[in-house]
C-alpha cells in the first residue's frame, strides 16, 4: 500500500499575501503613532502659547502696553519682558514661535491694542506655531493675519484689561477734579470781601491764572482750556493736562488705553443732564467721542 504524505506548508500566494496585510497594519501603525506624537505636540504648543498669552496680559496690566519682539519676531520671554522660561520660545517641534505686535500710527513705540486683525478680529498681538509641518503659511509680517495650513494661532487681546484701566484713570482724573473744586470752596478768590466761587468770577494768582474761571461755576475752569492756554506759567493745550500737569500724575493719564486724549465734558458739548457733563471719559474702542462707546466713570 503506498504512503501519502500530505503538504502543510504555506503557498507563496500565500506568505505574499500575508506579508501584504502585514505591511498594510504596519503603515496604520506608523501613521497612528505619528498622528498620537503630532497630538502631543500640538498640545504642548497651546499649552505654551496660552502661558505667554497669560503673560502679555499680565504685562499690559502693569505697563499698558505689550513688549516688543525679541529678535526676528521672537516671543520675549526675558525678564524685563514677559519673564517666562526659554522653552516658550518654542513650539512642540522645536522651531520659535512667531510673536506680533501692532504699533500705533502716531505713537510709534506703543502697541494699538486694536490695530492688528487676526482672522477677522481685531486684537493687540498674535503668536503663531508652525504646526506639525513646520512652515509658517499664517504670517505674513504684517496684519491682517487669517489662519492658514496647519498653523496654530493664538491672538493676544487685552479689552478687559484695558477697560479696567481706563475707568481706574478716569476714578483719578474726575478725584483731582473734585480736588481743585475744593481749592476755591468758600474762599474769596478775587479779593472783594466775598466767596465768589457760586459767581463765575476770574481768581487771581495760582493756580488760577489769565481769564480762567471758577472751576466750581457753570463755565469751569477746565471748560475754558484751549489750546496754548497758559495755567501757571505753564502752557497747556486740553483739559486733562491741566489737572495731569498739576497734580503730577504722569504722562500716562493723558492718554486712554486706545491712545486718546481723555476728554473733558465741557458745557459747550454736552448738557447737565448728559452723564459725560463736567466729567473726564474715553472715547473707547472706536476713538470717537460721544457715541456708545465711551467709557464714563
Not at 486683525?117 to 498674535?126: E, I, L, Q, W
Not at 476755591?184 to 474761571?213: H, K, R, W, Y
Not at 493719564?253 to 486706545?258: G, I, R, V
Amino acid at each position: 500500500m503506498a504512503l501519502k504524505i500530505k503538504n502543510n506548508g504555506f503557498t507563496l500566494l500565500e506568505i505574499l499575501l500575508s506579508l501584504g496585510i502585514l505591511g498594510i497594519i504596519a503603515v496604520f501603525a506608523i501613521s497612528l503613532s505619528h498622528s498620537t506624537r503630532n497630538l502631543s505636540k500640538i498640545n504642548d504648543s497651546k499649552n505654551r502659547m496660552r502661558e505667554i498669552n497669560r503673560a502679555a496680559r499680565d504685562y499690559y496690566q502693569g505697563h499698558g502696553d505689550l513688549p516688543a519682539a525679541a529678535g526676528s519676531n521672537e516671543v520675549p520671554v526675558a525678564a524685563s519682558a514677559l519673564n517666562l522660561e526659554q522653552k516658550h520660545r518654542l513650539d512642540g517641534w522645536g522651531r520659535y514661535f512667531y510673536y506680533d505686535r501692532s504699533l500705533h500710527s502716531v505713537h510709534t513705540s506703543r502697541t494699538d491694542i486694536t490695530g492688528m486683525t487676526v482672522d477677522g478680529k481685531a486684537v493687540a498681538g498674535v503668536i503663531i506655531s508652525s504646526g506639525p509641518d513646520q512652515t509658517l503659511e499664517t504670517a505674513n509680517k504684517n496684519s491682517p493675519y487669517a489662519t492658514a495650513g496647519d498653523d496654530i494661532v493664538m491672538a493676544i487681546t487685552v479689552a478687559e484689561q484695558a477697560f479696567a484701566m481706563a475707568m481706574n484713570d478716569l476714578q483719578v482724573l474726575q478725584d483731582k477734579v473734585r480736588a481743585l473744586d475744593k481749592i476755591f470752596a468758600g474762599m474769596d478768590n478775587n479779593s472783594d470781601g466775598s466767596v465768589d466761587e457760586s459767581g463765575c468770577v476770574q481768581a487771581i494768582g495760582c493756580p488760577q491764572t489769565g481769564t480762567l474761571n471758577d472751576p466750581n461755576c457753570s463755565s469751569a475752569t477746565l471748560d475754558a482750556i484751549t489750546s496754548s492756554s497758559s495755567f501757571c506759567g505753564k502752557t497747556v493745550n486740553a483739559p486733562n493736562e491741566l489737572i495731569v500737569y498739576f497734580y503730577e500724575l504722569g504722562d500716562t493719564f493723558l492718554l486712554d488705553p486706545w491712545l486718546q486724549e481723555y476728554v473733558w465734558g465741557g458745557a459747550s458739548s454736552y448738557g447737565n443732564s448728559d452723564p459725560r457733563f463736567h466729567k473726564f471719559f474715553s472715547s473707547g474702542p472706536n476713538r470717537i467721542a460721544g457715541d456708545g462707546d465711551d467709557l464714563v466713570p
